[in-house]
């Protein structure tokens, strides 16, 4: 059965300090996606990343990175030089290969971010 | 482009009523899914509607149901409404595109019974 956990429930910051959140997760496919989301308190789920299974190359966009590594199961998100706009619930995600498609995307259970100014 | 529009944005129930959640994806996207986020549970999956058929269910009684029509809109409904069925209700519409894959959510409707 495919999980994603997210062990930090919340995480508080003061601006312009490096954060990481972190995200396991398990499946028994091989061929897969992960994703993380961003949920301002304004409520609607901003897509962040996407990452297949096959891709194990870390990515880097603006002050975010992403960090995947298969051995551990793990896709890590590092926010550098954090500000106050980052405040959010931030979510991991996987969705497993079906078919020509791709099954239901399974969230994490979320960590709470804010940064302090 | 349009984004995925969700409407109401808020409703207040009573218990026992039923209540329907409409959802309009962005064009061209044929898949929508619908999913419950709430403060104890998190975001949990419902069902996923693709060319007006259901093709994934969720784990929620049968008092939860949707439906998509051929230009892709869907709605949910749930019926006899209880006051745990208060939550934030997320639709979200994708492409069935494995280089493009990625959902893209609706900012949801708010649900209250009381």
């Known amino acids: 059965a495919q999980k994603v956990t997210q062990a930090q429930t919340e995480i508080s910051v003061v601006e312009k300090e490096d954060v990481t959140l972190d995200c396991v997760y398990e499946t028994r496919d091989t061929t897969y996606y992960l994703f993380w989301y961003k949920q301002p308190p304004s409520g609607e789920l901003v897509f962040l990343i996407r990452?297949?299974?096959?891709?194990?190359q870390n990515e880097i966009s603006g002050r975010y990175s992403w960090n995947f590594q298969k051995s551990t199961s793990s896709f890590n998100f590092t926010i550098t030089a954090s500000q106050v706009v980052d405040s959010a619930v931030y979510f991991c995600?996987?969705?497993?290969?079906?078919?020509?498609?791709?099954?239901?995307?399974?969230f994490g259970p979320g960590t709470s971010l804010s940064v302090i100014p | 482009k349009a984004g995925v529009t969700q409407t109401p944005r808020y409703l207040i129930k009573t218990r026992g009523q039923q209540v329907t959640l409409s959802c309009s994806p962005i064009s061209g996207h044929r898949s929508v899914s619908w999913y419950q986020q709430t403060p104890g549970q998190g975001l949990q999956f419902l069902f996923e509607y693709f060319s007006e058929t259901q093709r994934n269910k969720g784990n929620f009684p049968g008092r939860f149901s949707g439906r998509q029509f051929s230009n892709s809109r869907s709605e949910m409904n749930v019926s006899t409404l209880e006051l745990g069925d208060s939550a934030l209700y997320l639709c979200?519409?994708?492409?069935?595109?494995?280089?493009?894959?990625?959902?893209?959510f609706g900012s949801g409707t708010r649900l209250t019974v009381v």
């Open positions: 979200a519409s994708r492409v069935e595109d494995r280089s493009n894959y990625g959902y893209t």
């Open positions: 990452r297949n299974s096959f891709d194990e």
């Open positions: 995600a996987l969705s497993e290969a079906r078919g020509t498609s791709y099954d239901k995307v399974i």
